[in-house]
T-cell receptor, first 110, second 115 residues
Framework: EDQVTQSPEALRLQEGESSSLNCSYTVSGLRGLFWYRQDPGKGPEFLFTLYSAGEEKEKERLKATLTKKESFLHITAPKPEDSATYLC???????????FGTGTRLQVFP | DAGVIQSPRHEVTEMGQEVTLRCKPISGHNSLFWYRQTMMRGLELLIYFNNNVPIDDSGMPEDRFSAKMPNASFSTLKIQPSEPRDSAVYFCASTLAGGNTGELFFGEGSRLTVL
């Protein structure tokens, strides 16, 4: 069964304190791995797509990496506005459906 | 450009009542997804359509749930009869089939509370 597990469930950081979020996955035939950001009361917002092991994508203070078993979302020198829930999702085989993890709730304090 | 539009944003109803949630996808998008989000289970796919045709409804919990897409600019998710365990936030998302179908554009969700 295709599965996505994210850790930690919650993370509190001081502004400027870099850290990483983990997404472990098991999927038959990975078609793509996706990171989303979700603010309270809003729908998820797309951040990155990763297709193959070794691939990296960057956007401002965020960098996503991918191996054959997991993905990391690195946050460098975070700011309070980076506070959100970060969701990881995988797409497998010949389907368009995304399977989401339960997310990491990030809080960045000034 | 308008994003995905969902209505109502909030719905409070009593057990046994019929609930209809509505979604207007982004113009030009031909794939539409209905997800349900709860604290315990996170985001779960209920059903998705390509070109108005249901492709995968394996996530629909039971016969009480039904979804339709009568045209490219409108979809409904209906729950009849509703139960307290259906309380959740229901999201609609759209994308362009044939493109990066993992890049979904979500609406702001419909928060359903069944008493």
């Amino acid at each position: 069964e295709d599965q996505v597990t994210q850790s930690p469930e919650a993370l509190r950081l001081q502004e400027g304190e870099s850290s990483s979020l983990n997404c472990s996955y098991t999927v038959s035939g990975l078609r793509g791995l996706f990171w989303y950001r979700q603010d309270p009361g809003k729908g998820p917002e797309f951040l990155f797509t990763l297709y193959s092991a070794g691939e990296e994508k960057e956007k401002e203070r965020l960098k996503a990496t991918l191996t054959k078993k997991e993905s990391f979302l690195h946050i460098t020198a975070p700011k309070p506005e980076d506070s959100a829930t970060y969701l990881c999702a995988v797409q497998a085989g010949n389907t368009d459906k995304l399977i989401f993890g339960t997310g990491t709730r990030l809080q960045v304090f000034p | 450009d308008a994003g995905v539009i969902q209505s109502p944003r909030h719905e409070v109803t009593e057990m046994g009542q019929e609930v209809t949630l509505r979604c207007k996808p982004i113009s030009g998008h031909n794939s539409l997804f209905w997800y349900r989000q709860t604290m315990m289970r996170g985001l779960e796919l209920l059903i998705y359509f390509n070109n108005n045709v249901p492709i995968d409804d394996s996530g629909m919990p039971e016969d009480r749930f039904s979804a339709k897409m009568p045209n490219a600019s409108f979809s409904t998710l209906k729950i009849q009869p509703s139960e307290p365990r259906d309380s959740a936030v229901y999201f609609c998302a759209s994308t362009l089939a044939g493109g990066n179908t993992g890049e979904l554009f979500f609406g702001e969700g419909s928060r359903l509370t069944v008493l």
